[in-house]
């Protein structure tokens, strides 16, 4: 794929054909991945590959059985994992000291940054990708099902496959003012706000959503249905508890 | 830059020249960077661009002065933002409820995320980039320095500039078999812990580190000298009074 074109035009495909990504081609795209910016070279994830249909489904179904989960025949579960470090330090005559909140901060940089490359090197090569943003949501029955032990938690979750002939679906960004401040951050006044958000509730798939939901406002449909408040707090208090389960707090 | 090439060769390069990145490529790479996948379309992150010599050196003193920010004219500190998206919720008839740490974890990801798309687009349209890890040290001060309101915490740096003519140092990588695990998290004996070490402990930056630090271990290089305990509980306890300050806990 032409690098140019692909940066500025690529979107999140979420339909995969039934052709299987080969051992020799995930292999390729993970090693090369490896290759990424990783903090002091300590190299602080893993990824579990999930191909078996029986462990696929039971994955599947803690990703609420969303089609870019069921209808993949492949997908990467990549961990912050500050367990195999601690290992070799405890081998190698040296106290691991990375029970805390920074190791995790440190381990789950360096997991989605490999995530990040994985996802590029793919797709370049033809592959379609997608992260299930639900890996936080069951990060402790995920946790559970793959054995992870102390210090490893899953921080991103990709299916991977090759695309349909099916066009992806370009979806809207914000204009580039709304995330670049310069020297400091910018206090925008309310109609700037609004101004920032006009093409994102002006998208006609956003305007969908709006009238099936039967909101006010493209924002209710955010507060109220999909990141609603009860969820958010759920969500952080389970995965706060399995981060004192594994040890980083 | 050949993509293939890339990808399995690319290598940190902490050394700048003195020319310039221009607003237009920077805001290019930026712009460009958009497209990568963001946890429901949110676009969780905000970037503060400091250029401003006075600031640079106020900035690269907060990242302990190290070559890779003293010697770039250009340093771009991502940051997890729900503070945009809370208060277009607050002008559209929606109650925001991202103030808790799930909230935190889906603005890093997608922060992380946007900061590694940086990272690749400028890397194969020729310039060199660097992590300044040094950003979770000193969060709070950056965050400061920067007037960071609500909801908003930095988790990448990048010093950004031309390479000079210096062959960027290619560090060692484990093998892949370190990373990947099958369907289950593998319990790695610890024979298998310091064989999959071994390319690491072998390597000749790695054995004069030892030597240099009076060390008998690499391990130990980590453990008392780069990653020592004091410093992460400290860093630790600083990042979460952050976290905290910034109502994301």
Chains 1, 2 share one sequence.
Request: aromatic share 10%; proline share 4%.
């Amino acid at each position: 794929m032409e690098i140019e074109n692909y940066f500025s035009n690529r979107a999140t495909v979420r339909d995969y054909s039934d052709r299987e990504v080969s051992n020799e081609v995930i292999n390729g795209i993970l090693e090369k991945a490896m290759r990424a910016p990783t903090c002091g070279n300590m190299q602080l994830y893993s990824v579990v590959v999930t191909r078996d249909n029986t462990n696929k489904e039971k994955l599947a179904a803690l990703h609420f059985n969303q089609p870019a989960a069921t209808g993949s025949n492949l997908i990467l579960t990549i961990c912050a994992d500050f367990n195999r470090f601690s290992r070799w330090c405890e081998l190698s005559e040296a106290s691991p000291c990375y029970s805390n909140f920074h190791s995790f901060i440190m381990a789950a940089t360096d997991a989605i940054i490999y995530a990040q490359q994985i996802v590029t090197i793919a797709e370049l090569e033809g592959l379609a990708t997608c992260y299930l943003g639900t890996v936080n949501y069951t990060a402790k029955e995920i946790s559970d099902l793959f054995l992870l032990p102390e210090l490893v938690v899953p921080v991103a979750s990709l299916s991977i496959g090759y695309p349909t002939d099916a066009p992806p679906v370009k979806t809207e960004r914000l204009p580039l003012e709304a995330i670049v401040h310069l020297e400091h951050y910018r206090k925008d006044s309310d109609k700037e706000i609004k101004s920032l958000f006009k093409t994102k509730e002006e998208w006609p798939d956003n305007k969908r959503f709006v009238k099936e939901n039967d909101k006010k406002t493209l924002a209710q449909v955010f507060t109220d249905i999909r990141y609603p408040l009860k969820t958010n707090e759920t969500v952080s208090q389970t995965f706060i508890n399995l981060l004192q389960e594994k040890g980083f707090i």
